[in-house]
């Protein structure tokens, strides 16, 4: 069975910190290029984060540029989002999901983890 | 940035009924265009990429088309499970971007 499985959210502080996990099972993870993507309260859906599948390339959107980082362990099918200098309007439900490859596209999806920066 | 604007926003309508939403996009993006499907507290449901491929187990009664800056979803007779909010997603030119959502609530 295919599956993401997202942990590490909670609340945290303003100028906290917090590092997001997904867990893969069920699929090539060492060769899938991986995105997380947040949903803010009664919001739409924000791109934040790209890891190519070998984590030698990686892409960042300009709203957590500098503050959120994305990386991998491919021995341990997981991938992971360390967030630094949060700020309340972090707060959103962090999914990862997977590339498709050559389309930028996000296939599978996690069930997403919540973060509250209050 | 890319910016991709639904509409309608909301969207009333019944089972059976054929429904288009329609997502524009600021500057051409080719067919680099995906849309998801996504309920109340769940996570997002990729259901087409490439503009009109349908992904994998999606429903035939899901559509998609169009190219450049002008896209739409169509879903020929909607059923009960489709009542959800759905997101076009462009895929041309990083950041990759989304639409605001479109509702599709009972009539």
């Known amino acids: 069975q295919v599956q993401l499985v997202e942990s590490g959210g909670g609340v945290v502080q303003p100028g906290g910190s917090l590092r997001l996990s997904c867990a893969a099972s069920?699929?090539?993870?060492?060769?899938?290029?991986m995105h997380w993507v947040r949903q803010a309260p009664g919001k739409g859906l924000e791109w934040l984060a790209f890891?190519?599948?070998?984590?030698?390339?990686?892409d960042h959107a300009e709203s957590v540029k500098g503050r959120f980082t994305i990386s991998r362990d491919n021995s341990k099918n997981t991938l992971y989002l360390q967030m630094d200098s949060l700020r309340i309007e972090d707060t959103a439900v962090y999914f990862c999901?997977?590339?498709?490859?050559?389309?930028?596209?996000?296939?599978?999806w996690g069930q997403g983890t919540k973060v509250t920066v209050s | 940035d890319i910016q991709m604007t639904q509409s309608p926003s909301f969207l009333p309508a019944s089972v059976g009924e054929r429904v288009t939403i329609s997502c524009r996009a600021s500057?051409?993006?080719?067919?680099?265009l995906s849309w998801y499907q996504q309920k109340p507290g769940k996570a997002p449901k990729f259901l087409i990429y490439?503009?009109?491929a349908l992904q994998s187990g999606v429903p035939s009664r899901f559509g998609g088309s169009g190219s450049g800056t002008e896209f739409t979803l169509t879903i020929s007779s909607l059923q009960p499970e489709d009542f959800a909010t759905y997101y076009c997603?462009?895929?041309?030119?990083?950041?990759?971007?989304f639409g605001q959502g479109t509702k599709v609530e009972m009539k």
């Open positions: 069920g699929l090539s993870f060492r060769n899938s290029g």
């Open positions: 999901a997977t590339d498709l490859y050559n389309w930028n596209a996000f296939e599978i």
């Open positions: 890891i190519r599948f070998d984590g030698t390339k990686e």
């Open positions: 997603q462009q895929s041309f030119t990083a950041p990759w971007t």
């Open positions: 500057q051409s993006i080719g067919r680099f």
């Open positions: 490439g503009a009109s």
